[in-house]
């Protein structure tokens, strides 16, 4: 990355996030003017492998995290309302795997844009909901370490592989109610064809039940 998209991030932790928050950084130098900032380089070569880097630096202090995207924006309510909807399930005794944030650039019921229900307040009735699903895209997401399961070594599918797998270990994912604004793909890029044919190797040969799901056309 050209860097533009990181800074913007640091300061909106600077200033939405508890400054008892330790930020594990990789891939940059950047130190957090009001957080405890650990930084890692990142020689990984793709984002499976970079995110089990500081993944589990992360996790040789502490056993539940909140994994985030370079190119996110926290807003004012995104660290409370993720906490909060964290306890909410917590409290209903529901193992947890991924409790996912919404946001702009996401597929399914995790973009806002695709809420169901009446408009109110200038929100679909559904992002007042923490909704169950498969699979998450861990833009910024919170996850306990007994849930954790590593990243397949992929661009794209290493979280869809990885939330099923998180599945597979009796743990469930969610969306939560909190957004961050996302700017999206600014590492992988934009040639979808391209990081498909990419990660089909790997996925026929490590779970080929997906494979025949994903890509082998059916009839």
């Known amino acids: 990355m050209d860097g533009k998209c990181l800074p913007v991030l640091a300061a909106s932790i600077t200033f939405y996030v508890p400054q008892d928050v330790t930020v594990f950084l990789s891939g940059s130098q950047i130190i ?13 070569t793709n984002f499976g492998d970079a ?24 807003n004012p309510y995104t ?9 909410i399930l917590r409290g209903e005794n529901i193992p947890l795997g991924w409790v996912s944030c919404r946001s702009d650039y996401a597929r399914g019921y995790q ?39 590593p990243f397949p070594p992929l ?17 469930t994912n969610w969306i939560s109610r909190a957004y961050v604004h996302h700017v999206g793909s600014q590492t992988c890029g934009f040639d979808e064809q391209s990081l498909i044919q990419s990660a089909k190797p790997w996925i026929k040969e490590n779970r080929p039940e997906l494979y025949k799901r994903w890509f082998q056309k059916k009839g």
């Open 79 to 87: 660290w409370q309302t993720l906490g909060e909807d964290v306890s």
């Open 155 to 171: 661009n794209w599918y290493s979280d869809d592989v990885q939330c099923l797998d998180v599945i597979e270990k009796n743990f």
């Open 32 to 44: 957090l003017p009001r957080h405890r900032t650990v930084c890692s380089d990142n020689v990984a």
């Open 51 to 74: 995110f089990n880097a500081v993944i589990d630096r992360a996790f040789q202090e502490f056993d539940e995290i909140v994994v985030c995207n370079d190119d996110i924006v926290f």
């Open 111 to 149: 973009n806002i844009r695709l809420g169901k229900g009446k408009m109110a307040w200038f929100r679909w009735e559904t992002e007042k909901k923490i909704l169950p699903v498969d699979i998450i895209a861990p833009i910024c997401a919170y996850i306990h370490k007994e849930a954790w399961v």
